[in-house]
């Protein structure tokens, strides 16, 4: 990108050829005539599915490898995606001509990153990071005293980047950090934010973050292969090939493996189960109702014409099928959003690190508006609305130091006490 950029000076004419080559890549199915530039009629297709083929198998069996390993290291997988992500859309409006001009402006970007960082997984995963350090004292006191503290020391981090920035304002070169500094805050807003809601699905429970995530695998693999044979009418213009074939073939195979998965997945532990401290010993709980197999009566015409009279399903599995629905209709619409920001920039994808794919970021487009819906799904219907024990004596365990929770233990034999002695 910064090769690309650089052809704002006026020394480098041979970077201004390369800067109209990029916008012509884009734009050359402008001028074809309609259809010509769908997958069916593409003449290098099969060579392209063969590397798209062979990234996919390693990407897939990867995750799957990750994903055994447990939460720390799915938390871990996702912060680095974070991590790269951010480093290509960083890049995607840097200039190197002005970059030079404001020696460490580029640490100013990953500052603010961090500091977001430490914010949002500070809120995410704090109750865990206690319940873990809860058998030594000392470190028990260190942590609650940082998560006490912990909005101040972020807001302090932003504050000084925020001072830091405001410094290094240089004239004649206002325009472009303004834009930085705008640039990076919309990344936080807009990609940021949204994935890190991933890490909270992990530690509800790896199921509510690997289902979601492979119902939207399944819908670009099944998009892609039903276009890539079938496609003939467009979809949208953002994204030219895109087919209606390849988006209703997606979407009815998407619902279908939703509720197929939610029956295999559900019946193991390591993936029902929430995660309750940073440890990553094997996981056993009670999976609850929503996890428990429910046997079914058929209808006699079904048994006429089949040899089944009764199915055996997990509850979970309609709620599945509203995962489903999201990830074959709407979640693509996130990529249709990252299709149309690549035309506006006038790039193909915003990376080359994935061969066949593009970048990570064109890889994550939909990913991002699926786990937010996921975690707002499952806190609003799966999530029981009545407070546990568990949950009070957490909030009890992290609000309150060892001396109050002192006092309330005694406070609370007293009144337990008295109303023993009344009855």
């Not at 859309?89 to 100013?108: A, Y």
């Not at 890889?363 to 609305?385: G, K, L």
Request: charged share 15%; proline share 4%; hydrophobic share 45%.
């Amino acid at each position: 990108m910064q090769k690309e950029t650089a052809g704002d000076a006026p020394s480098a004419p041979t970077t201004r050829v390369r800067h109209r080559k990029r916008n012509s890549d884009v734009g050359a199915g402008a001028g074809k005539p309609n259809g010509s530039h769908l997958l069916v009629n593409d003449s290098k297709k099969y060579k392209s599915f063969l590397i798209r083929a062979y990234s996919t198998v390693w990407m897939i069996g990867g995750f799957a490898l990750i994903v055994y390993l447990g939460h720390l290291y799915i938390t871990a997988m996702v912060v680095v995606i974070q991590i790269f992500m951010a480093r290509e859309l960083f890049n995607l409006l840097r200039k190197t001509h002005e970059d030079k001009q404001l020696p460490g402006f580029r640490l100013l970007n990953w500052h603010f990153f961090f500091t977001a960082m430490l914010f949002v997984y500070g809120r995410i995963l704090s109750q865990r990071l206690v319940n873990t350090v809860t058998p030594d004292k000392f470190l028990y006191r260190l942590v609650t005293s940082l998560i006490k503290y912990h909005m101040a020391i972020c807001y302090s981090l932003y504050i000084s980047g925020f001072v830091w920035f405001i410094l290094t304002l240089k004239k004649k070169m206002y325009k472009y950090q303004f834009s930085q500094y705008a640039w990076t805050h919309m990344i936080l807003i807009v990609v940021f934010t949204q994935s890190s809601f991933t890490v909270a699905n992990i530690f509800e429970g790896i199921f509510w973050f690997l289902l979601p995530a492979s119902l939207i695998v399944i819908n670009d693999i099944f998009a892609y292969i039903c276009g890539f044979f079938f496609g003939r009418t467009p979809l949208i213009k953002l994204s030219p090939k895109k087919t209606w074939e390849g988006f209703i073939g997606a979407s009815i195979t998407t619902v279908i493996s939703a509720f197929l998965l939610a029956n295999i997945m559900g019946r193991f532990l390591w993936l029902t189960c929430p995660r309750e401290d940073l440890s990553t010993g094997w996981l056993h709980c009670d999976p609850g109702p929503l996890f428990k197999q429910e046997t079914h009566v058929l209808p006699g015409w079904i048994s006429n014409w089949f040899p089944w009279k009764e199915i055996t399903i997990l509850p979970v599995q309609w709620h599945a099928l509203c995962l489903g629905l999201f990830a074959s209709i709407i979640a693509p619409f996130g990529g249709f959003f990252a299709s149309g920001f690549k035309r506006a920039f006038k790039i193909k994808d915003f990376g080359d690190s994935i061969p066949g794919h593009g970048g990570i970021t064109d890889r994550m487009d939909c990913q991002m508006v699926m786990a937010v819906f996921a975690y707002i799904y499952h806190q609003s219907f799966v999530v029981p609305e009545f407070l546990s024990v568990d949950k009070l004596l957490d909030q009890i365990i992290t609000s309150l130091t060892l001396e109050e929770q002192q006092a309330l233990f005694m406070k609370l034999g007293q009144m337990l006490q008295e109303k023993v002695i009344g009855s």
